[in-house]
Each structure stands twice: as C-alpha cells, then as structure tokens.
C-alpha cells in the first residue's frame, strides 16, 4: 500500500500500528507526533548537557569537596573571586594564550601554504597529501611520548638536528626542561600533529573556488599575486576562519598531549588551563572551586566563539 | 524426608560450605617490583585459606590519582588497599579504610612488634594515637644508591684527593655528597660522559617533594611549630629550610644529568642501570633489582643513607600500609588475609622475597643486617625516617608543594625564600578550608 500526499504523519504512523494505538495516535496532532520523536532526544540533552551544567553553577557558589563527608555551604561568589584574584590562575590563562595564538598562527601559515601547493596539479599529489595528513591519525598521546624522546637531550633527534645547523651542544639545552624552551616545545608538536588538518580544510576552501574566476582573471590580465589576493584569498576565507575556530576550541580544551610533554612544567609555565581545572577537581577536590573555574572557561570559550562565529557569518555573506 | 536423603542433604552441605566460603579477593597497590614479590607470597595464602586473590597494580605516577578516585566514589574494586602513608587521615576521616583496633586485639596482633616509625607512619591517625587503620606493609625510606666500581678506582680517588682534599668514599654529610657529585658531573669514565646524580624532580605526582625533603629536613626545615599545631610561619620557611631548598636547586643545577626536569623513581633507576650516573636518589625498594642488575649490581653499587645537614640526619619516609576498604563486601576474607600476612614467618618470607618488612622479629633478627648488602643501610634509613602531611587535604597540600618547589628548583623562577612563602600561603587556606585555622 502506498501513502496516498494527502497523508499527514499521523495517519502514516497508525496505519503501520496496532489499531488501539492507532486510534489513539490519530487523535494527536502533527505538532504532537514530533514532540514525540523529538522528546528523547531533548531528554538526553537536558541530562547529559543542560542539568550538568546547572548543577555545576549550583556547585560553583558552594564549598562542596566531593571526597568529603562534610556539609556543604553556600559561600556565594566567594569562588568566584578567588579564582580572579588568584596570580597563579592567570599565569595559566596566559599560558594557554600563548599557545592559542601561536599554534593557531602558525598552523594556519603553515597549513595554507601546504594547501596551495598541493592543490597545484603534480605527480604524486595524492601520495604526498597522504603523508602530511598521517600526524593528525595518530593518538596524542603516542604523539606526546615520542616527542618526549625527540626532546631527550642526550639521545634526541630534534636536539641533533638543531646542533646541526646551530653548532649548539645538543645536551646543552633541554626542549622540555627549560622555562623559555617548554612553551614552543608544546607549540611545535602541536603544530606538527595539527596542522595537515588546517591544510585538509584550506585544501577544500581551494577546490571550491570555480577555475572560470581565475581564467576569467586571466583574461583581465590579472597577475598571479593579484589573483592570489583578491580571488584564492577572499573565497578561501570563509574555510580558512572555520579551520581557526575548530582548532580554537580543540586547544583551548587542550590537555593529553601537553600533560604526556611536560605534565604542566617546569614551573607551570606550560599548566594549560584544562590541566590546572584538572588537578583542582579532581586531585585537590575542590568541587565547588573548580566548578566556578569550569563556569568561568566556559563563559570565555561561548563568549568568543560566538563573536568569533558572528564575523565568520559576515565573510561568508560578503 | 527418608534417612538416605538426610545423608545426602548432609553431604551436600559438608561439600558446599567451603566453596561459599572461598571468596575473591583483590588487592590494589602500586605497579612496581615488590607488589611482583607479593604476588608470590600471596600464593601460600590462597592455598591455606581457599580464597583466591586478585591485584590490580597502578604505576606510580597513576597510583594516587586512580585508588583516590576509587576510594572518593565509594567503588569495590579493592577489598584491600596497600595504600602510600600520606592517605591515612583521608582513609580514616572520610571512612574509606576500616578500623583494626578491635581485629588486632582479637587476634593479638600488637604494633608493639612493628618499628615504631612505620606504625606511626603507615597506620596511625590521629598520629600518636593507638587508632590504627592499616598493618604496616612494607617499609621504605629513600637512600642512596652508589657505583663502588667507580668510587674504587685509583685514579678516580687519587683525582678526588687532590680536588676535595679528603678521600672519595661514602659522603657524610650533603655537602660531601655534593662535592662527589660535583667531581662525577660530566666526567669521561670508560669513554662515556658521565653525571654525578639523579635526584627526584618530578612534577606531576609527588617527586620533587619526596626528593626536597631530604635536603629540607637535614637543613632545619619543619612542618609546623611542634607545640602549635598548623603554626607555619618560621617553621616552613625558617632560614634553614631557605638554606635546604637552595641547596637542592644547586645540586640540580650543577650535578644532574640533561634532561631530568621531571625524573622521579624509573627515571632515576633507569640512568643509573645504563651508567649514566654515580650516584642516586631513590626510596630503598629498588635495592633488591640494583642488586641483581647484570650491569650494575653485586659488587659494583653500594648503599647509603641519606646524609645529614647542618640541622639534622632525617630521610624522607616511604612505604605503605595494609587496609580493609570499607565499602569491600567480602571484609572478613580480607581481615584474614592481614591475620595471615602478619604472621613472623610470613614476614620473613617476604623480606627474602624482595618485600621490606616492617615486624621486628624479621629486621633485629641478628643475621638480618647481613642478609643483604642494602640491609644495614635500610635499618639505618628507618632510624632517621620523617614523613610528609598525613591531613586528609594531603592531596592538596602536597600538590601545592609541587607547584611551588618546582617553581623554584627546576624552572628557576622567584627565589627560595619566595617559594617557601607561597607555600605557607597555599597550607594557610588549605587549613582554613579545612577547619584548621
């Protein structure tokens, strides 16, 4: 039997159901039957999403230490305040800034570049976008331990090569243990994992892009550094700033490959902010504290990725 | 019901009684070489009891997070728990381990028979009072490990005796041991370039502050006013433990291999395994495999205690208890096996094992100093044993110890003085939280 266009769902629903029950779905409204569909979904999303984070709110203005019998309290924005008045909180926002700005700089430098050059027609194109994907495969935390030994003063490769073009004593400086050095130690292995990623996306950015434009360009007498600005540029645009934004968000949440890098040091100067939430939740128990702390990171995090989403909006509509 | 029946019914009973009895048990403790020694141990008590063990072992780094997370959850993975020192307030406080007081008096096990520093370290709380949670498990302490193939060679000695003016022998003091680590650091020993030693500086558990302590101790470094509970001020940051905290950051500058900004126990065994080093930190559980290592053992190491200071001779305490976690549904099975465990020829199997013991009967044996070539220096290290914050908020005051030695020691940042301000700063709200204050 086939479903006359009249048909509303309703009526579809309880033809393929036990007449009791159809003759109670055919009472329900259109607008009711999807609620019904709905409705687990929306379930699901209030329990594992929207009441965690408001019980977290709730937890954020207590002083509730989950490994502890004791009462809980109410201390208002107590949390609150600590947290920004707290130096050492900053100094890990500022890491974390630090590595944001600069993975994400030069990935998007990097990955760009790589994407317009293979995007240009060659032999063994395809073998050569394969091998610059195969970091972003492997596990961070594979990716994280291997550098450690790449990092090794003593027998690290990454210590030879640059003695080799410094004449530097490879065990005279180490990668991970100093405090100028650690902060681009994390940068380049996040830049060497992640950016084939930002390349994939620039790569489809480009591809989008109609040959007729260029030859269109061509004809206007356009130079290869005029069209690279005003037509590879501006189309790729809209990719290229949701690339950011993808990467934005995967290391402001960054946490596995730095803590199997440096576990946070020397010092705290490569203590992300995830990391620090981490050793206050779960290995001081300060529930209630690092509640407020999650709170806060996830009010800067939907602050600027809403802005952040708004302008890439505004390229895509130019 | 006919008489035949009533036989069976019997029978079947005598035959089933044992097997619900037999119960399984598991066990949690670190992953390292003494839980492999008790494995073996453990097997003499599944064969006299009927119950069968299990171990569910967690490497070092992982240990505190993983079991302070079970315990935290109320989880029944471990019925019985080799947990570090330091979790014993927690364990009690926040009812995670069983009370033994009532179990011992019953079986007349008495702390009497254990050395009274791992009584009070391992299963006291509130410490000094005869309120125990555990059974001490196995003893340890951190000590020295040194390459007495290297210490003995003759121009070695002659070129130490002209540099220190003394001979290079075992250091007596951390100004010594020092001045040896000095001479080794970077030295060409059988064409290898050499370091004079590996310290603990491990950031993410607790490393650098099982390795600090050693020198903070020795240099007249306190917990607490020992007549105002929680006083800190003058104590934590008294002008010895400026001068101990220093100290340690300059035997990192000067006398560590490359690359060891966040070494603690594997670390620390592994340089010096491969000859890396002529000297190392490391709690005294490694002795038994340095001993046995084709490389570096037999003849070729020596041990140490821990050297004194200007202000004292302390080591810092390791080793752990034995508990009965209290959300376990088979308790009786596993306060059997603590019974078993803690009989003297139990214990002294397991020092032949590889496991220290802490029962008297086994280490003022008199031939136990001579058991071993590490044994006397382990007797020696237990005598001079100090142990970290045993608080429930240990987690938190340890974690904030990390931050700010390493602060100072590894990354070089701020100033000794600094460092051991801050701390106060940190324990100061940590007590407050707690009550304390």
Redesign the interface.
């Known amino acids: 039997m086939t479903d006359t266009p009249a048909a509303t769902p309703a009526d579809r629903l309880a033809r393929a159901t036990p007449p009791r029950v159809a003759r109670k779905i055919r009472g329900l409204s259109d607008r009711a039957i999807a609620w019904i569909f709905v409705a687990p979904t929306i379930f699901l999303l209030l329990a594992v999403n929207i009441f965690p984070l408001i019980w977290t709110i709730n937890l954020s203005f207590t002083?509730f230490r989950?490994?502890?019998?004791r009462e809980v309290e109410y201390i208002g924005f107590r949390n609150y305040e600590r947290i920004l008045t707290d130096s050492?909180i900053w100094l890990t926002m500022q890491a974390t800034a630090h590595f944001l700005f600069w993975t994400i700089l030069i990935q998007v430098l990097i990955g760009f570049t790589l994407a317009w050059l293979i995007n240009r027609k060659f032999r063994g194109n395809d073998l050569w976008t394969t091998i610059i994907v195969l970091p972003m495969m492997l596990s961070p935390a594979v990716v994280g331990n291997f550098w450690t030994f790449l990092?090794?003063?003593?027998i690290?490769l990454f210590n030879y090569v640059v003695s080799f073009f410094t004449g530097a004593d490879p065990?005279?400086f180490?990668m991970?243990?100093?405090?100028n050095l650690a902060p681009w130690a994390i940068v380049i292995v996040d830049t060497w994992m992640w950016t084939p990623f930002i390349m994939l996306i620039c790569l489809a950015g480009l591809r989008s892009i109609p040959d007729y434009i260029y030859e269109a360009a061509e004809v206007d007498r356009a130079s290869p550094w005029r069209q690279f600005w005003t037509i590879t540029v501006p189309m790729a645009l809209p990719f290229l700033m949701l690339a950011v934004l993808f990467r934005g968000i995967e290391n402001f949440k960054m946490f596995d490959l730095v803590?199997q890098l440096?576990?946070?040091?020397?010092?705290?100067?490569t203590e992300l902010t995830s990391i620090n939430l981490k050793?206050e939740a779960?290995?001081?128990?300060?529930t209630g504290y690092a509640s407020a702390y999650a709170v806060i990171l996830f009010v800067t995090v939907f602050g600027l990725a809403s802005i952040y989403v708004k302008a890439l909006n505004k390229v895509k509509e130019r | 019901m006919t008489r035949n029946a009533l036989w069976a019914a019997t029978a079947l009973t005598a035959l089933a009684a044992p097997a619900a009895m037999a119960e399984e048990l598991t066990l949690c403790w670190a992953a390292w070489d003494p839980a492999n020694a008790l494995v073996e141990l453990s097997k003499e008590f599944e064969a006299e009891s009927g119950h069968t063990m299990r171990f569910e072992f967690v490497p070092w780094p992982n240990f505190a997070d993983r079991m302070l997370n079970e315990l935290n959850s109320r989880g029944q993975l471990c019925d019985l728990l080799i947990g570090d020192s330091q979790w014993i307030g927690g364990g009690a406080e926040n009812g995670h381990y069983v009370k033994l007081n009532d179990f011992f008096d019953a079986e007349g096990i008495s702390m009497d028979d254990f050395i009274p520093a791992t009584v009070t370290g391992y299963a006291e709380w509130p410490k000094g009072t005869p309120n125990y949670w555990a059974l001490p498990a196995f003893g340890d302490v951190v000590g020295w490990t040194y390459r007495k193939d290297w210490f003995e060679r003759p121009e070695l000695q002659a070129a130490f005796a002209e540099a220190y003016g003394r001979d290079l022998a075992v250091p007596q003091s951390l100004a010594e041991l020092k001045d040896i680590a000095e001479f080794f650091q970077g030295r060409e020993i059988d064409g290898t370039t050499v370091y004079g030693a590996s310290i603990y500086t491990e950031r993410g558990s607790e490393g650098v502050t099982m390795g600090v302590t050693n020198a903070l101790y020795n240099f007249g470094f306190q917990y607490e006013n020992p007549d105002a509970p929680y006083e800190l001020e003058g104590y934590v940051n008294s002008p010895g433990a400026v001068a101990g905290l220093e100290f340690y950051k300059s035997l990192y500058d000067c006398c560590t291999p490359p690359g060891s900004s966040n070494w603690y126990m594997s670390e620390s065994v592994d340089a010096y395994k491969s000859g890396q080093v002529a000297m190392q930190m490391n709690f005294a559980f490694i002795w038994p495999g340095v001993h046995a290592d084709p490389n570096v053992g037999g003849d070729k190491s020596g041990y140490f205690p821990n050297p004194q200071g200007p202000a004292g001779h302390y080591a810092q305490l390791g080793g752990q208890g034995i508990s009965v976690v209290s959300y376990s549904d088979s308790q009786d099975a596993a306060l059997q096996y603590i019974k078993w465990f803690a009989q003297p020829d139990v214990q002294s199997k397991w020092w032949n094992l590889g496991g220290y013991s802490a029962l008297r009967a086994v280490v003022e044996d008199p031939d136990f100093a001579t058991s071993q070539p590490y044994a006397q220096t382990f007797l020696d290290s237990m005598a001079i044993v100090k142990d970290f914050w045993a608080e429930p908020a240990y987690a938190e005051l340890l974690l904030a110890m990390q931050d700010r030695v390493h602060t100072y020691v590894i990354a070089g940042q701020g100033t000794a003085q600094e460092a051991l301000d801050m701390l106060i700063e940190d324990w100061t709200e940590t007590f407050e939280d707690e009550g304390k204050l």
């Open positions: 002083n989950a490994n502890r019998n050492d990092y090794q003063p003593q690290g065990s005279s180490s991970i243990g100093q405090v803590v440096t576990g946070g040091g020397p010092g705290s100067v050793r779960f290995e001081k128990w300060r």
